[in-house]
């Protein structure tokens, strides 16, 4: 299953990352991971979520990256995270635009979108929005895996709220704002480093994509991919929140039986300690 299960391998442990997908999540970021991992681009592996959330030492990584102030000192993180990547499409690559930018001066940059700022934000209100309540991060606290994957989103909304001065309450305004700043933020910080952008949204296809990469637009047959990763993510939170549930369980169930077989056993070890001096 998608962001449980994870069968990455590196063929290329050296490779740098050559294209910037840094458009916003819930904005076909999956479909265009898809397309750049795809042998038509061949820009695999695509750094997403879904390489993320299934490692736990990457999720650490993204988390260590995010509370790190020093630019020089989170630089050196983010080249060990994306070491081997070819592409970047999603979380956690976007709450680090500018930064990659740097990092990665000869990239390809591509600013996927939707259609307008109240289409992303219903679809954030009804997906990752979850992933930052108190809800989930309640019932995920005892695993170490989900628990770093709520300190994700959490870290990640709070960067963009110092980056864009958005507010930090969530509200479908608040999405609304969040959607239309970051795009004017990315564009400012592109124009600002001379970095050409390409601007596209998911009807427009192949053909925008591989004119702008200098790759041979595939043949008419072959539709560009459409991952639509909102049932993934209903099946997510289930089961992510199930599995913090049994957690809790179990340990509430050890206290259970620690407080009340524990006075026998310790009863019973003190006259056994006693018998055999």
Known sequence: ????????VFDEPNRRVEVLAIGLPR?????????????????????????????????????????EGDRHKRHKILHKLFAGFGAQSDLPGIAFTDDLMDMFPDAKLILNQRRDAESFAE??????????????????????????????????????????????????????????????WVREEAKRRNRPVLEWQPQDGW???????????PPPDVPFPHVNDQKEMQRLKVVLVARGVLAWFGLG?????????????????????????
């Open 1 to 8: 299953m998608r962001f449980f299960n994870d069968n990455l």
């Open 27 to 67: 904005c076909a970021t999956s479909s265009l991971q898809e397309a750049l991992e795809s042998k038509w681009l061949g820009y695999g592996p695509c750094m997403h979520m879904a390489h993320t959330v299934p490692w736990p030492e990457r999720s650490q990584m993204v988390v260590d990256a995010l509370y």
């Open 123 to 184: 679809s954030v209100a009804g997906s990752i929005m979850f992933f930052n309540s108190w809800t989930y991060r309640i019932s995920t606290l005892l695993l170490r895996g989900d628990r770093l994957h709520w300190q994700i989103h959490f870290g990640v909304f709070r960067i963009f709220n110092q980056k864009l001065g958005t507010d930090p309450v969530w509200s479908h305004e608040m999405l609304v704002d969040w959607y239309e700043k970051y795009y004017v």
């Open 207 to 217: 053909k925008p994509i591989c004119d702008f990469l200098g790759k041979p637009t």
């Open 253 to 277: 169930f050890a206290v259970y039986s620690g407080v009340k077989y524990a006075p026998k056993y310790l009863g019973e070890l003190r006259h056994f300690v006693l018998d055999w001096l």
